[in-house]
């Protein structure tokens, strides 16, 4: 299933929705559920949109979170789901397991740096809205202002029935034991029987603090009133906008996304696929690259640009590398000169020192970003690299080091533990072999590369782009073994007080 693109799409999916189950789902369960359920004849077996939630959710609620970008129905190749169904929960409230109808995730293999983004709770389908007494319209301001008076602690409401209150309640635990789990509290919740909808736009605040803003609570009355505010529902639950990130943009679509007067950056990178390509004997690495712009709004968020035609691998022999630094820098330059032109400016990429020296700035995009995926065959990263249009640099900085051969490093027993005669992908992980420019052989800076980034040293390494317990080079985990000297950010990497008095020397 494509993604959706834009709240028109939505809204066109939602009818579609609703029009495929009132044509063709209910009447074939209602004759289903009739032919089976050994009724007597006359005898009407009750209604399926009044009697199981589980009609309910596999037929509407499936569809309009799928229409949201919600996904537990993610083919291997696509990535991971972001959407789990009956997710368990332990309770900070009663102690027990309880079980989320659906739980939205931030997509990501490791488990431990995953955020829940979104808690979907559903009932019957006969439930009512908490309508005020004496009030023959149902007006979505009173039933807000009602859930706020029960969240703020008041007891009785009137139009709240006990079955309501209990459903806070229930939501309350549901983002109280998130919040305790995670130390993150979901970033957006719902109630729904899919013929109306309640959503809160700040769980935090409705259900943890003491006076819960009513303006962050959503009323959707009915299906017709879901389908004429699709366009906010839309800005609202979205799985791109839920998690606060913008997908990666063409240059036509530049224009609809950044206001030239608040760009405040602008640095080249790259978008990184690291491949084992198995063979008879032995897998090889092998990389591809493709060209992106990062662009920075005044508000504090980065645009990512590219073109999907611009992939390239990096080759294996190093001879090979002046012209394929020489390509992608052509395609950077014409991409760039393309998003120039759009937006009728001359950006001009900062350095990639400046970017790490800017706490914020780096917080916001680290330099080296891991892609989500599941498959053990490839990875994928997001590089940024600044001014430059490569990671690899052609020259290094040091002239005829001798360190770049292994048996160089032999003689003076500073040599790492196995010579690399061939790019491998594990033991170590390296595309460039020994005796060539791009290649270290010294023990020293291979321990200092996969040394762990620590709370205790952290402040000695500067800003990096690894986790804590992660290996200090920026790029370890799909390059053991390049020069430092050939890497661009080498003037980032030896800032770091952990990194200074490198072993490198000129042979000149």
């Keep these: ?23 063709i789902y209910k009447p074939s369960v209602d004759k289903i559920r009739q032919k089976f359920a050994n009724n007597p004849i006359g005898i009407v077996p009750p209604d399926v949109d009044s009697s199981l939630e589980a009609h309910l959710r596999q037929y509407f609620i499936n569809g309009f979170l799928n229409a949201l970008n919600w996904r537990f129905d993610v083919s291997v190749d696509k990535g991971l789901p972001n959407l789990i169904p009956e997710a368990t929960i332990q309770s900070t409230f009663e102690g027990t397991t309880r079980f989320l109808d659906y739980l939205g995730m931030e997509v990501g293999i490791d488990e431990a740096l995953k955020k829940a983004l979104l808690i979907v709770e559903t009932k019957r389908p006969s439930s009512s809205l908490p309508v005020p007494r004496n009030n023959e319209i149902i007006k979505k301001e009173l039933i807000a202002n009602s859930i706020s008076k029960v969240l703020a602690g008041k007891s009785k ?50 259900f943890i603090s003491q006076n819960p803003n009513v303006d962050n609570i959503y009323v959707y009355k009915d299906r017709n009133c879901i389908e004429e505010y699709a366009a906010e529902i839309f800005g609202l639950l979205e799985y791109q906008k839920v998690l606060g990130q913008t997908p990666a943009l063409e240059v036509g679509e530049v224009a609809f996304h950044i206001k030239p007067t608040l760009i405040d950056a602008v640095m080249y990178g790259l978008r990184l696929l690291y491949i084992e390509e198995p063979g008879f004997f032995d897998a090889s690495p092998v990389i591809k690259v493709m060209p992106v712009i990062f662009i920075r709004s005044k508000l504090g968020v980065w645009f990512r640009v590219e073109k999907r035609t611009n992939e390239i691998n990096i080759p294996h022999k190093s001879e090979q590398l002046a012209e394929h630094l020489k390509d992608i820098r052509q395609k950077a330059v014409e991409l760039l000169n393309d998003i120039n032109t759009k937006l009728n400016v001359n950006l001009i990429p900062e350095s990639l020192l400046n970017h790490y020296s800017s706490e914020e700035r780096f917080n916001e995009l680290p330099g080296v970003i891991k892609l989500p995926g599941i498959s053990e065959r490839y990875e994928e990263f997001l ?25 160089n490093c032999s003689k003076e027993s500073c040599n790492i533990t196995t010579p690399v005669f061939r ?62 000297r050939t890497c661009v950010f080498e003037e980032v990497c030896t800032k770091a007080e952990v990194f200074t008095q490198l072993p490198c020397k000129s042979s000149d």
């Design 423 to 484: 790019p491998k992908i594990n033991n170590p992980r390296t595309l460039f072999v020994s005796g060539t420019l791009q290649h270290c052989s010294h023990q020293h800076i291979s321990k200092a590369k996969s040394s762990q980034i620590t709370p205790y040293n952290r402040d000695r390494c500067g800003n990096r782009s690894g986790a804590d317990y992660e290996a200090f080079c920026e790029i370890w985990r799909f390059e053991e073994h390049l020069c430092c």
């Design 1 to 23: 299933m494509r993604r959706v693109l834009n709240a028109d799409d939505f809204s066109v999916r939602l009818r579609r929705i609703r029009a495929d189950y009132e044509r």
């Design 157 to 206: 409401v009137r139009g709240v029935t006990q079955e309501w209150q209990k459903w806070l309640q229930t939501l309350r635990d549901y983002v109280q034991s998130v919040k305790d789990q995670s130390q993150d509290a979901p970033k957006r919740e719902v109630l729904t029987i899919g013929e109306w909808l309640i959503l809160f736009k700040d769980p935090e605040d409705a």
């Design 383 to 407: 590089i940024v690299t600044g001014d430059n249009t490569h990671y690899l640099k052609e020259e290094s900085t040091i002239t005829n080091c001798p360190y770049h051969s292994w048996d």
